[in-house]
């Protein structure tokens, strides 16, 4: 599935919602997504449908809830940018990342403990 996966940034923007959310009545997603992103009802339940469609949500008695969680789409999206942008290399993808930014030393730990941990599950 996770080949497959393809989000469009519209598909990514109501599943955020849906997070946030969930369970919704589609009603109430409706009203959300014109508030947050103008987007009219026929439009969200394009996006509904394609994304129940592709597994990821589903609308059951008009109660969308979804299939995937938030952290598996991210590591999924991830996974896909760090293949196809930067060659499957982790260290090219966080040098673009960051480029001239600096990085404060919070940061810094908290990236070393998430490596250290990934290490010790290994």
């Keep these: 599935m996770e080949k497959e996966l393809k989000l469009s940034n519209a598909d990514y923007r109501l599943l955020s919602i849906v997070w946030d959310s969930e369970p919704i009545a589609s009603p ?7 508030t947050q992103l103008g987007w009219k009802r026929t439009t969200t339940y394009t996006v509904l449908k394609r994304l129940c469609d592709k ?5 059951e008695s008009t109660i969308v809830t979804s ?3 938030r952290e598996h789409i991210q590591a999924v999206e991830s996974r ?3 293949s196809r942008v930067f060659e499957g290399s982790l260290p090219k993808f966080i040098a673009a990342f960051l480029g001239e930014e600096k990085i404060s030393d919070n940061e810094a730990e908290q990236i070393k403990q998430i490596i250290d941990e990934y290490r010790r599950q290994k």
């Design 28 to 34: 109430e997603l409706c009203k959300l997504t014109e």
């Design 55 to 59: 597994g990821v949500l589903q609308n």
């Design 67 to 69: 299939k995937i969680k």
């Design 80 to 82: 896909q940018v760090i």
